[in-house]
């Protein structure tokens, strides 16, 4: 793929998931689910420490939406830090997962 990284990652459509990068490494995850459950029920949080960033993935796309719009509206601080975030790709909800949240 010879597109541009950044140009691939705007095209994703949005969904269930939620991208966060730019945590600063002393955000627990806790903190990152305490703020993301304000917006719906969570099937995912993804922690990659080393890069800094998080994937977010909601048991539906009506929560998702409902975070990304909020931080359009207000910026995202964890630890004086503004987070970046943009939308990520999801993957088919387990069966499992979703007949739980029921």
Partial sequence: DTRNP???KANITPGRAIYLSKIPPQTSTQEIVDVATGYGPIESVKRLLEKQN???NYINA???QAFYT???SADLYFHG???HF???KSGTLNADV????Q
């Avoid at 979703?98 to 949240?101: D, G, L, M, R, T």
């Fill in 70 to 72: 909020s931080m359009q």
């Fill in 6 to 8: 950044k140009q691939a």
């Fill in 81 to 83: 830090e503004k987070v």
């Fill in 62 to 64: 009506e929560s998702a």
């Fill in 86 to 88: 943009g939308w990520a």
């Fill in 98 to 101: 979703y007949a739980a949240v």
């Fill in 54 to 56: 998080c994937f977010v």
